[in-house]
């Protein structure tokens, strides 16, 4: 994807919630750092502190720790016209317990944490945004915990593909797994069942 192009992507992005002038929008543009990532590649990894907050341009990334045994737990997907990264750290600078991992080539615009209160400082009704932002973050959040509570493995798989039917066929089944929470073998029985209804 061209830098025009990503950059029509995350201003659209951002212009739901909050309108722009033009020179508002060159000098967002001019505070993002552009990022590639390969196929299997780290983005980020446990320990680190994220430096940056991400918006995926091209792309899909996975979100995940691991357990005391080494299996993966996956908190996320994250595709184009997404934003990823880890707020928290991002926020108090603690290291992150999260690993990001590309699952296909992507593309990405970052923002620093220093261009972040920059921003705020010269354009602040981004702050509106990343509270909007970081609102619909936790709600989503709060869904997923609560679908783990409260939802069978079946229930979650059939939630997954609802809110994300476009994402399905872009994650291998050991991935959708490790992020419904069960085996990759029950995760086949369950598809198998799902696609028969």
Known sequence: MNYEQSHKLILDN?????????????????????VKVKKKSFLMQAGETAAYEYFI??????????????????????????????????????????????TEDSELLGISRANYQLLFQEIPKFERFYRILYQRSLIAYIKRSNHGISLSAEERYIVFKKNYPNLVNRITQKDLAA???????????????????
């Open 14 to 34: 951002v212009g739901r919630f909050i309108d722009l002038t033009e020179l508002e929008k060159r000098k967002y543009i001019s505070l993002l750092t552009r």
């Open 57 to 102: 341009t091209k792309g899909c990334l996975k979100v995940y720790t691991l357990d005391d045994n080494g299996a993966p737990h996956i908190s996320m997907f994250a595709i184009e016209d997404y934003w990823t990264g880890d707020m928290a750290s991002f926020i108090t600078r603690e290291p992150t317990a999260y690993f990001i991992k590309a």
């Open 179 to 197: 992020y419904i929470g069960i085996t990759p073998e029950f995760m086949s029985k369950i598809i198998t069942k799902v696609n028969r209804m």
